[in-house]
């Protein structure tokens, strides 16, 4: 049981590329979510999903996409990456659907846009 | 929605002593809270819930207290350690909404 996962680990774009951060986690969990971390602050949420095929915004949703085809998996996709986006970017997971319950977070991916 | 906000950014506790860690929420519908340690490079990791039926709930060494009236809630780490220090976060998930919202942080410092 690998918990949630999240590759890569660190990243640096050059602005204008895009790419996608993976997460996945193997606890069967409904409930995923993106959130960004930036310096002196707490986290902010990107995306969130409640189960396969349901998607929708959080806080910050600007220049991101996810798509949620899996239980598993719950890639966040950087379209035309910004400076403003330079971040560290967590995903987690939790079991409720139907309500709060706690989340379980990742490593973390730390990136960087130049 | 919800907004929480930690009272200090900062606290430098002796090791042994107690610490407390304080956390304002702005939304009375706030159903659960989670309290969350965060050490340098790594991810939030869970340390304790409270929903909102409970005044209170212990875990090893952590204690959370919840003041509804007030729309407060506290932290307390017992025979505080050098482990302990870490960024704390509090978090609060209103009802029938699926975010959850975090305050900025309280950075622990454990002086040996």
């Known amino acids: 049981n690998a918990g949630v996962t999240q590759t890569p680990k660190f990243q640096v774009l050059k602005t204008g590329q895009s790419m996608t951060l993976q997460c996945a986690q193997d606890?069967?969990?409904?409930?995923m979510s993106w959130y960004r971390q930036d310096p002196g602050m707490g986290l902010r949420l990107i995306h969130y999903?409640?189960?396969?095929?349901?998607?929708d915004q959080g806080e910050v949703p600007n220049g991101y996409n996810v798509s949620r085809s899996t239980t598993e998996d719950f890639p966040l996709r950087l379209l035309s990456a910004a400076p403003s986006q330079t971040s560290v970017y967590f995903c987690?997971?939790?079991?409720?659907?139907?309500?709060?319950?706690?989340?379980?977070f990742g490593p973390g991916t730390r990136l960087t846009v130049l | 929605g919800e907004s929480v906000g930690l009272h200090l950014p900062t606290l430098s506790v002796q090791e042994g002593d107690n610490s407390i860690i304080n956390c304002a929420y702005s939304?009375?519908?706030?159903?659960?809270f989670i309290w969350y340690k965060q050490e340098s490079g790594k991810g939030p990791q869970f340390i304790i819930d409270?929903?909102?039926?409970?005044d209170k709930r212990q875990g090893q060494r952590v204690t959370v207290l919840l003041n509804k009236t007030v729309k407060h809630l506290s932290l307390q780490i017992a025979a505080t350690q050098p482990g302990d220090s870490a960024v704390y976060f509090c978090?609060?998930?209103?009802?029938?909404?699926?975010?959850?919202?975090f305050g900025a942080g309280t950075t622990v410092t454990v002086r040996a």
């Open positions: 987690a997971s939790s079991s409720g659907r139907a309500g709060p319950d706690t989340q379980y």
């Open positions: 606890m069967n969990h409904e409930y």
């Open positions: 999903s409640v189960g396969a095929g349901i998607t």
């Open positions: 939304n009375s519908a706030s159903d659960y």
């Open positions: 409270i929903r909102s039926n409970m």
């Open positions: 978090a609060g998930w209103p009802c029938h909404d699926y975010k959850l919202s």
